[in-house]
């Protein structure tokens, strides 16, 4: 029974997906994908839903009563009941069958017969619990999608019949998601938005203001709670959603939906053009948080999840229809998947019709916090190439309770793969053997702590000690945004994560003839006064295929690099020391190459490790990583430079550029002014100036090997010909 | 100067590479490759040839005095401007621009002013020296491009141009590989097929009758020697390539280039047909010999190896132009990259025009040696989709110095992935910083092993004792090949792999609705009278996910899993008793759930294994394994059901199907007729029964459970619904 369930329940996702594609990852060959299939998109979504609903529309609906938590057999009914009505209404607003308003109908009615007997759930959630589901957020998903069935197919229905369904299921679920539950509906919360976006449906639905009024307004209709001041708080102004992209698209759907019913019930109240158009631009800002068609996973994240799911695709269409920007086809044709919605038709059909433009993917500070005042989501990119490379910067503030403790995390990614990386969650989603599918134990003891990140860690302890309510309450400092041709840059400290420590991290991508490409510039600093050790992780994704340094892995045996803040789950691989204060690493990944060349402390060791100790339940994926390890009694700096090179081609016999062309990075200052001094193996010299954070527009200078170089401004790149003459 | 060399090797390699494709691997999204992406495919080909011949004819031709070995300067110089003269002569011929053959023609007078000086090169090889490179190898090679470039110019030159290039150059070149080097002309080898093809194209080339004879008849024209007895010993009449698709890939370049040209110019001898038209069988045979693009890892193979690369991309553009196979356009449109020829010219157009079927894949035994009876390749596959089902049961002979000591080795594939891997060669084809791009020592010590194969390993002891001089000299014994709806099924043995133990193994794929989807069933046998250990190592790819069994990793240390013969490479990660008789291990990858349920002997452990122990230089890929281990004093047999299933999707947020279908797996054996019984949890019953190989067309019967089961014939599959009935 439960198979059948399950696969029923799948089979209504499923019409929601591109029947021709084999994979859930958006395609690698964008290139190459066909405006034939594009055309045929939409159609083969409404195909796919066609041959679905005619097998489960055969017998009447199963209506089990509540019974059974999240995952469990009356759950995951009600569910798919939920998902397969609104595949129904849609189904017959874009078909007009008959058929399908005639199912749609009597399983309203069927539920509206017994949904008033239904009492709080049996296995109710301590707090908000439903009556149909353990929680009421899943009375809410329930709602919006049966309200638009109702709003759908009402007309196809008897006085009598719209009156049972109105008052016994529509408005009886309403009241109790409204009224009946007010810490909820009135919350400035993602689980809010779900309910008055229910709510507000079913006041359109059904044709009564009062339900649309609170759930715009609150219940008391006042504005300090409600839909509209949600989308006042609950996004940034840049679009950035405090949890990062991952719940982001969770939060989206409601907001988008129900939008969308605003706007058509109620043009006059142009609520996408609120707060500067605030819906629009989350939509953006969620797409500009992919890299390869996946969210940068950053926080709790399942890595697998981008954008080609039905939030995403749902946004796209809509915002499309808003505002005609031939960008998103772009992105739609990266989805390669449709909805059943007017809005998605149309998008297939102008993506057919060869409208794509490029998206627009470019570098961008989103601020963070309802004002954009705690902290940003950085973003380097070296151009609007969705496979180039990035660079991305985590200056946000903690994101609550999903939040990890990685302050200026670096992500980077270039030919489509992620190049450092973050682990997202230590979970599988959904996959029962593997902790009912849940957040598992190593989630919050490895995956959150910071050595889990590209971020420096001070005394092998986590920032804020791994506290996520005294991380909720300090974002780090933004120092400059450079969006310029030829370099990006972005700058930030934080003074909170630990005592008597300031970090500081300078990331600037930049280009320069001396290189293969773009490169990326990496400072990250700590001033201390005190002596404390620093562990600065790299999480590479590759093979490792060179160091500057002899390095030998233990032959023999393994341990484990700590015992504590996730340093438990790293295995010791091979500690080395750098030659002459710089460290060179060189790993293949795919068809190229990637060094970091690292301006280290003298006493700094490399440490190899392997993801994989303490974990006896094989939990961990068993990734790379190395580590630059030091002690200093007055703050370290370590400058790396991540390059990528070369070409392995094992299809046509030849490797190319397998070296890293970085010879030498120095690190020099002069007062609160730096340079950073990039030579070549060729002879070239690059250089990185930066000028005092509170002297922006002031003149500079830093002596370097016995020459003065001076500049004006808080960020001036030396290119590779300028750098004598500058002299 | 070696990097600027380097570009312009890698530019010329690039000429025959398709300009849209931003990686090596051949599309992953053939469904959408689009037709108007493949219109252009050899437009753009001549496109970025042209570009880069324009910048490389700038100046004259380098032709530096011979002195480095292989990788050197003067080695990959001459190398590059074969490559090079070669396209530059394709361009003339395809374009008619005189500027083409300006440069062709002077660079070849250029290279006949200094050849005739060129002695013994410097660093020269023991066996078979050349003298513009260190091996007369690179010699054939050079002279196979340029007897071909001056074939297309030779009608713009003078008649004392002519006469110089022809004696000066390319006799003289003719004559050293010849007459002045007839053990390597003569030899029965792919070494001879590049002398005796290169030398039949300057034959042609220059109208001299007397080298195409000697290249297809040998020195003495006797055909004891020569391309065409090179045709009858190197391919088995299946046309499998003794050292596996790797090596026959490239031994396969010289043989179809010269047949082309005999073809032309001499089609009475009806080359193509010889052998029942061995070269195309060849040709096929290799097709074959891929998964997802790429071929079987089998013997010493660089795993990124397919059929993009250009021996192929030539193969698949002759024999298109000579049988008008439209399932070739299907394997061209996956390579989705043309070369410099009018045939590959044709196979753009024709598929650009629409014309691609399917490419049959389908299940085959491909027998090896000469006459097709040392043993066999063969191939499971549960349907044509290249992206199905496959197992590959490696019944072949050892393949010489680059075999791999793997008798009755499995390997299987589905959803376009590598499920159960070989690791293929271990090597950094090309990287200097690792062993120079050779074969690493690990490649010996390590992939060549039994262990480091899915393959039955005896007292921790390789096959053959790990020596390649006894195992070229014994080949599996082949038992039934049955390729049917709902069965295909391979059974071979062999008694030469260790010394009192005769090896066992039938691979069965299988349909039935008692399953997801085809399943394989694999028994691996050992028939023995005195006291052995077994080990049976799963080298599965994806993280594992469950076992019917408690294990624990070691949290806190690791250790070899033995000493030689490969084990000191794997780390023992974890042991585990399995329950009852019963083994079965889950893992995921990408979006499916991969079982192998298994029955065991009662003494059975099985052993976790991780790639990388002794492994200093970080050589090796840290992939997972487990092996079914046990001590017997009369042999063994592990009976494994292999079993794809589920569905993991994080988009939707889904999970159906992550548990395996399989409850039990027993074996039963009634004198040497055996009968393998999978029970569902679902209740359901599949019988394989096994006849006694000797007797394949007698009645055999088996006590199962305490009924008889009899059947006739050597193999039956009982499907669920009959096996009740059958008893």
């Known amino acids: 029974m439960i198979r059948s369930l399950l696969l029923t329940a799948a089979a209504f996702s499923l019409a929601a997906c591109a029947p021709q594609s084999a994979t859930d990852a958006p395609s690698k060959m964008t290139d190459n994908a066909s405006s034939s299939s594009q055309a045929t998109g ?76 239904y009492g709080i759930h049996p296995a109710k959630k301590e707090q908000s619990p439903g009556r149909m589901f353990w929680q009421n957020l899943n009375e809410s998903m329930f709602l919006l999608n049966i309200s638009q069935t109702y709003d759908a197919i009402k007309d196809t229905l008897s006085d009598t019949q719209k009156e049972k369904i109105e008052t016994d299921l529509l408005r009886n679920m309403a009241d109790f998601l409204s009224v009946g539950a007010p810490e909820t509906f009135n919350k400035v919360h993602n689980h809010g938005t779900w309910a008055t976006a229910a709510v507000g449906l079913t006041g359109y639905a059904i044709g009564d203001d009062e339900y649309v009024e609170q759930a715009l307004l609150g219940l008391d209709k006042s504005g300090t709670a409600g839909f509209i001041k949600q989308m006042d708080v609950l996004f940034s102004p840049d679009g950035y959603y405090n949890e990062g992209p991952y719940y982001h698209r969770f939060a989206l759907k409601p907001f988008i939906i129900f939008a969308q019913a605003v706007e058509k019930n109620n043009p006059e109240r142009k ?23 996946l969210f940068f996973p950053i926080n709790d994240a399942i ?14 269409a809509i915002v499309y229809d808003l505002t ?55 973003i380097l990119r070296a151009s609007n190439d969705p496979k180039g490379l990035a660079a991305i910067a985590k200056n946000t503030s903690q994101g609550l309770g999903h939040g990890h403790f990685d302050k200026m995390g670096l992500l980077v990614y270039d030919a489509g793969h992620e190049i450092l990386r973050d682990y997202g969650a230590a979970r599988f989603l959904n996959i029962e053997a593997k902790f009912g599918g849940h957040y598992l134990p190593e989630n919050n003891k490895y995956a959150k ?14 920032h804020f000690n ?24 972005t700058s930030a400290e934080i003074s909170t994560a630990y005592d008597g420590v300031r970090l500081g991290r300078t990331v600037a991508m930049i280009e ?35 160091t500057n340094f002899e390095v030998q892995a233990d032959p023999l045996s393994r341990a484990p690099l700590g015992d504590k803040n996730g340093y438990q789950y790293l295995w010791n691989v091979a500690e080395a020391d750098p030659v002459d204060g710089l460290s060179q690493v060189t790993w293949l990944l795919d068809k190229k190459f990637y060094s970091v060349t690292s301006a280290v402390p003298a006493n700094t060791k490399v440490v190899f490790t392997q993801i994989g100790a303490n974990d006896p339940n094989f939990n961990l994926k068993p990734e790379p990583g190395f580590i630059l390890r030091t002690r200093s009694n007055d703050g370290v700096s370590f400058v790396s430079v991540i390059e990528p090179h070369g ?81």
Chains 1, 2 share one sequence.
């Open 512 to 546: 320069d003839d001396a290189f293969y490409g773009p490169i990326i510039i990496d400072l990250t600093e700590a001033h201390s006064e005190s002596a404390h050790s620093y562990d600065l992780p790299f999480h590479y994704n590759g093979h490792l295929i060179d």
């Open 271 to 293: 609520i996408f053009e609120k707060r500067d158009g605030i819906l629009k631009t989350a939509t953006y800002s969620l797409i500009h948080q992919n890299y390869g068609g």
């Open 324 to 378: 005609g920007d031939t960008g998103l086809l772009s992105i739609a044709q990266e989805q390669n998947t449709f909805v059943l919605t007017p809005e998605s038709r149309k998008l297939s059909r102008d993506l057919a019709a060869g409208k794509a433009t490029p998206f627009e993917y470019r570098s961008m500070r989103l601020g963070d916090g309802q004002d954009g005042t705690e902290g940003a989501l950085d």
């Open 303 to 316: 890595k697998e999840k981008g954008i080609r799911t039905d939030e995403l695709l749902n946004a796209v």
């Open 466 to 489: 791994g506290d996520v309510k005294i991380g909720n309450q300090h974002a780090p400092k933004l120092y400059g945004f450079v969006n310029e041709d030829g370099m990006k840059l």
């Open 449 to 462: 702590q910071t050595v889990a990140h590209n971020a420096l860690v001070v005394d092998e302890t986590s």
């Open 42 to 117: 939409f159609d083969q979504t409404i195909a796919v839903a066609e041959r679905k609903l005619d097998v489960a529309m055969r017998g009447p609906l199963t209506i089990p009563t509540p019974k059974d938590p999240g995952g469990g057999y009356t759950h995951e009914t009600h569910k798919a009941n939920g998902f397969m009505l609104y595949d129904v209404g849609q189904m017959y607003k874009l078909t007009g069958e008959k058929k399908y308003a005639e199912f749609a109908g009597q399983a309203l009615l069927d539920y509206a017969e017994v949904y008033p007997s």
């Open 647 to 727: 070409d392995y081609n094992p299809t046509a016999e030849y490797t190319i550029g397998s070296h890293s062309a970085v010879k030498s990075v120095s690190h020099f200052e002069g007062g609160a002014a730096e340079y950073i001094l990039i030579e070549t193996k060729e002879g070239q010299s690059v250089g990185l100036a930066l000028g005092a954070e509170d002297n922006p527009d002031g003149t500079h200078s830093v002596d370097v090997n016995g020459k003065t170089i001076t500049w004006k401004g808080a960020y001036k790149l030396f290119n590779s010909e300028k750098h004598l003459s500058a002299q």
